[in-house]
């Protein structure tokens, strides 16, 4: 649809930080951020003076909502002493960062600026679950949320969709539980750090230790199909189809590519950024296809000349089990209804042929909505350098890997190519 | 303090529009979108097709605040048929929409589209006073708005500062609110249109319908120290200080420059852009200047190469009469502390030598906060292509004019010169 489009000059990544996610009743944002921002300057093997930073990008869905606090991007700016340098807040729901990525990538492309820092923050577990509820359907469209069509239900109509149209059923996505549930545990910064069968163990302890009738679930899916280990939240979505409520942030130094190497002899390349618009479910062309994801990956495959054959490995946005099996189609990593199938076989796992979410996924690692993006984006740089510790794909040389981002019903969907040279 | 920098290439504007700014019961942030989009595609003389638009910056404050509706990106690219092309909301308090102007303007420098779509919108009267008071306090800093200083309160501490400094006083910004009140009627888009003659006789005359005692007000000064006529809000603040609340949008057509002339032979040109974030006031060096003026200020009279005695005419952001002065000795058109002088000398009106807010100012034409950044560009977009009507600035040739938006208590500010060639 859209011309191929190039960038006018290159962009590199040369840091990244993430905090610990997860629900922090004693940290705030400020705090958040500040852990994530540390860690990203011990990441800059060959140093940096933060002085050098030029100008900010900063994705935040609704701290408004949640904290009533907006106008983010000078408090982070007053936070790292970098007052009087630009700031600027992006909002795409739950893309609301790599919104902000891709302004910065685009800043410094233009010529403006050579030295960016970018990054996301959310403060969401101050605020009861009724609440998050209904801050995140600030996120959908008004012809949804308003008319009670909140996040569960919507990826329910989904599920449902993709389960009519291809004949999968719950137990296809219960396979996508169990894979991020199996790499949360290698990643340090994960909410939750237990697989399902150390999960089934713990409910089989307790029960023994209080003398009450202890399951007999015989695997994983067994134990996800028994509503009491598994109950559900909006048909057939439940409880571990969905993502958690967090609190966290990410961010990364990006500067222009003819100059990465001063920081890093390890920079991680922009190879192609890309970001799409849909029309919510009443408008959508498709119940089992996000279109904004289709001209975010155009965007992006066209600016990289990338096929999705070379994507080694991808981080998608996981909020609910269903949107990871939509999202590998999208971006044509495999046919259209056959996601399941392949999922099924194995392919997603870490050892598989594409690694999909070893973070843990947002299932796992935790979506605290405005950080998600570039912490996905994080993982993928861990992954390009080789620094993802016990989750590291083994048995291969990684050169090309990507993040895909969704906010709202998909009404902004982002694909983003990076690439080690 | 930063290097000078320059775009990879140029960025005209050729089309713009926005819509009555003002208290609409009946209307909604689409319909105001929708307003303000169909004057711009009027304003493009030789026509243009809506699908080659390619990519939308939004901004918005809090929406989520006002409305309890987020992710305006997607809503508004839905709404003008757009989708799926990508679309991003900016941020920055009430200077939000000139971050999407400056982020779609580096998405062009950049290489990566030609034709992008950016604008603003707020719809604020759908709340009492007392809550959009609540609601802007949270574009103030964490240690401001919850202790209870809220913008009021802000701008009179600065007012304060600035005459125990300077030795103005209260009848030097009564000239501010007196020539906004004389631009206003001659602008069909404000919200108010009469002048404070028109409302002092309107006084008087319900005062003799009603048989009670008619105000001796001699001249406007007169009436503006009346507190019967002008109520104080937060000393030095009074009624007629202080921008009302208001709905509205405001869009433009940004292009590359090599492409501008076929849409129209009369393009304006983005000469500068720049951005600053301040510290709020308990950091401030100063209370009678904002530091992210002088950064906006110092990035984009460095790419323009312009100095202040070429910027031909401005608006400013004058949400309250003492902003408007610290901005016109901020951007460096009146020595620190000589402003309320040229004002007072009538240096700022249409026909003096530096015409400031001819559109009204915020405090007349209204500040739809999201809005009002684009639309600051609108009015200097009219007045260099000779369009503003009964409120041209007269006896002189237009070249180059400016805009300066703030956001928060001076945590953004940015800074845009655009020109004529």
């Known amino acids: 649809m859209q011309k191929e489009k190039k960038l006018g000059r290159g962009v590199a990544i040369v840091g990244a930080g993430m905090s610990r996610f997860g629900m922090f009743p004693d940290k705030d944002s400020k705090d958040l951020f500040a852990e994530a921002y540390q860690e990203m300057v011990a990441s800059i093997d060959k140093g940096f003076d933060p002085k050098d930073i030029e100008a900010i990008w900063i994705g935040n869905f609704s701290n408004d909502f949640f904290i009533h606090q907006a106008h983010w991007g000078p408090i982070i700016s007053d936070l790292l002493g970098l007052a009087p340098r630009p700031a600027t807040r992006t909002e795409g729901a739950c893309a609301s960062s790599t919104l902000a990525f891709r302004d910065a990538t685009m800043a410094i492309a233009s010529g403006l600026y050579d030295v960016v820092l970018v990054g996301g923050v959310e403060e969401m577990s101050k605020r009861t679950t009724e609440e998050v509820t209904e801050g995140l359907a600030l996120a959908t469209f008004p012809y ?139 408008a959508a062309p498709s119940l089992t296809s996000f279109e904004a994801n289709k001209h975010a990956a155009a965007e992006a495959y066209g600016m990289s000349g990338y096929k999705p054959q070379d994507i080694q490995f991808a981080e998608v946005h996981d909020c609910f089990s269903i949107a990871e099996l939509i999202h590998i189609e999208d971006l044509g990593f495999f046919e259209a209804g056959e996601g399941y199938k392949a999922v099924a076989e194995g392919a997603t796992r870490r050892e598989g042929s594409m690694p999909i979410n070893t973070s843990g996924g947002l299932k796992c690692k935790g979506h605290p909505v405005g950080a998600t993006g570039v912490a996905q984006l994080y993982e993928v740089w861990k992954q390009l350098r080789g620094e993802a510790g016990e989750r590291q794909i083994p048995g291969r040389e990684l050169h090309v890997g990507a993040a895909q981002n969704l906010g709202g019903t998909g009404g902004t969907c982002t694909f983003t190519i990076l690439e080690r040279r």
Chains 1, 2 share one sequence.
């Open 144 to 282: 949804e949320g308003r008319a009670g069509f909140t996040f569960p239900g919507v990826f329910g109509a989904l599920a449902t969709a993709y389960f009519a149209k291809y004949g999968a059923g719950r137990e296809h996505l219960m396979n996508i539980t169990i894979k991020s549930h199996e790499n949360a545990p290698l990643n340090p910064k994960a909410q939750f750090n237990k697989t399902i069968a150390d999960l089934m163990a713990a409910k089989k302890a307790k029960a023994e230790r209080e003398g009450k009738p202890v399951p007999d679930w015989r695997d994983e899916k067994e134990a996800l199909w028994d509503p009491k280990f598994n109950p559900p939240v909006a048909w057939p979505m439940h409880l571990f189809d969905c993502c958690p409520i967090s609190d966290g942030a990410s961010c990364m130094l990006l500067v222009a590519e003819d100059i990465a190497r001063s920081f890093t002899d390890e920079p991680v390349y922009v190879a192609g950024i890309g970001q799409g618009s849909g029309r919510g479910l009443h």
